[in-house]
């Protein structure tokens, strides 16, 4: 079964618009970290943002932040003023060390387009 | 200033031929992971070192090997690289695993080649 879903392949968004990223994901765990990870063309995966099972807030990090549903285990990645080196692939990512997966595990990503 | 490196960033190699891609790290950082991504996928664990304890996926074909002389290098190995073999070859670091919050830090990758 597929532990992290990221059910849009690819999303456009207009410059300076915000956009989200959808990522649903499953686990029997009680505690667990998301992750996203940004990956340009240039083929590096780039850290953005981190939320921790237990973290009460949502997480935010600049123009990232994430709408962490725990109850609907759902960990949307948040864009705001979109801007055009935002273009990438966009990778949704769950470690569960408890279970013993200690390395991420990552959705098929999402590719943003970002429109001048 | 890079803290995953991996080389080369270009690799070509032909069928069957073994091929060799490095990383080395300047982290300090006591797990090494690599990744296959192939076209428009999600990147796919290989195996992983903690310290040098080797833990390989259960889907990973023989064909891969890895080695890690010490903390700062890994290595993959190919023994016999076919065309489904051909993707970016990414290797990325962390600290202690047994947490939640431990990033992953990745060098550029290494796309390779089989002609």
């Known amino acids: 079964a597929q532990k992290i879903t990221q059910t849009q392949p690819g999303m456009f968004v207009q410059e300076k618009e915000a956009v989200t990223l959808d990522c649903t994901y499953d686990?029997?765990?009680?505690?667990?970290?998301l992750f996203w990870y940004k990956q340009p063309s240039s083929g590096e995966m780039i850290f953005l943002i981190y939320q921790g099972s237990y973290d009460e807030q949502n997480a935010t990090e600049g123009r990232y932040s994430l709408n962490f549903q725990k109850a609907r285990k759902s960990a949307n990645l948040v864009i705001s003023a979109s801007q055009l080196g935002d273009s990438a692939m966009y990778f949704c990512?769950?470690?569960?060390?408890?279970?013993?997966?200690?390395?991420?595990?990552f959705g098929k990503g999402t590719r943003l387009s970002v429109i001048a | 200033d890079a803290m995953v490196i991996q080389n080369p960033r270009y690799q070509v190699t032909q069928f069957g031929k073994p091929v060799t891609l490095s990383c080395s790290q300047t982290l300090n950082h006591n797990v090494m992971y690599w990744y296959q991504q192939k076209s428009s996928q999600a990147p796919k664990l290989l195996f992983h070192y903690y310290d040098k304890d080797f833990n390989n996926e259960a889907d990973t074909p023989d064909n891969f090997q890895s080695r890690r002389p010490n903390t700062s290098f890994c290595f993959l190995d190919i023994r016999s690289p076919g065309l489904g073999d051909a993707a970016m070859y990414l290797c990325a670091t962390s600290g202690s695993p047994g947490t939640t919050n431990e990033k992953l830090f990745f060098g550029s990758g290494t796309q390779l080649s089989v002609l």
């Open positions: 686990t029997s765990d009680q505690s667990y970290g």
């Open positions: 990512a769950m470690r569960e060390p408890y279970s013993g997966n200690t390395p991420l595990v």
